[in-house]
């Protein structure tokens, strides 16, 4: 007789309930907590396996100064509890790694924010990169500095609430 898998995690709720978030509360994140955050990048998968990225944890105020003025929301940085900076050249690669970190970490109530670059000369220098060396983009990670809790609502909710385009403006069955 087959059971019914319950799943450990509600992933959908996860995914609904997310929310890029870009003021983070003066909250340190727990070793075992920024560990989890990395692994989730380092077990993405990528294209022949490749593992096409390297993480950089900007921790010196300086680094973060100078990489806050390479993205377009430098406050985002200057911020967050973690600053983790992704070099690769693999866009779809790169895009699911720092997916499944910001999934973790909200898993662990840890709120998140990607960032783009603006200017790709000063995110190499402030992270002491040589050109040769593309920085893909900068997370930032906190907690949220306004709680939020993703068990308050159902995934449905969260995902009716979602400020995007319904379905049937992005699916079209052919």
Same mark, same amino acid.
Do not use: H
């Given at each position: 007789?087959?059971?019914?898998?319950?799943?450990?995690?509600?992933?959908?709720?996860?995914?609904?309930?997310? $929310?890029?978030?870009?003021?983070?509360?003066?909250?340190?994140?727990?070793?075992?907590?920024?560990?989890?955050?990395?692994?989730?990048? $380092?077990?993405?998968?990528?294209?022949?396996?490749?593992?096409?990225?390297?993480?950089?944890?900007?921790?010196?105020?300086?680094?973060?100064?100078?990489?806050?003025?390479?993205?377009?929301?430098?406050?985002? +940085?200057?911020?967050?509890?973690?600053? +983790?900076?992704?070099?690769?050249?693999?866009?779809?690669?790169?895009?699911?790694?720092?997916?499944?970190?910001?999934?973790?970490?909200?898993?662990?109530?840890?709120?998140?924010?990607?960032?783009?670059?603006?200017?790709?000369?000063?995110?190499?220098?402030?992270?002491?990169?040589?050109?040769?060396?593309? +920085?893909?983009?900068?997370?930032?990670?906190?907690?949220?500095?306004?709680?939020?809790?993703?068990?308050? $609502?159902?995934?449905?909710?969260?995902?009716?609430?979602? #400020?995007?385009?319904?379905? #049937?403006?992005? +699916?079209? $069955?052919?």
């Amino acid at each position: 007789m087959a059971t019914a898998y319950d799943p450990p995690v509600d992933t959908f709720l996860a995914v609904t309930s997310k $929310r890029d978030t870009r003021s983070y509360a003066d909250r340190s994140i727990p070793n075992d907590v920024i560990e989890r955050i990395l692994d989730a990048g $380092r077990v993405a998968g990528s294209a022949r396996n490749r593992q096409p990225w390297r993480f950089l944890v900007v921790e010196t105020p300086e680094r973060r100064e100078r990489l806050a003025e390479a993205v377009y929301a430098p406050d985002n +940085v200057l911020g967050a509890r973690l600053v +983790v900076a992704i070099q690769s050249s693999s866009a779809m690669d790169v895009g699911r790694c720092m997916q499944n970190m910001m999934l973790a970490a909200w898993n662990d109530g840890v709120a998140s924010c990607p960032n783009g670059i603006s200017d790709a000369e000063q995110a190499l220098a402030a992270l002491g990169l040589g050109e040769d060396e593309p +920085v893909a983009t900068v997370l930032t990670f906190g907690y949220p500095a306004r709680e939020r809790d993703p068990e308050s $609502r159902p995934p449905e909710e969260w995902s009716a609430r979602a #400020d995007r385009k319904p379905l #049937d403006e992005l +699916v079209e $069955r052919i």
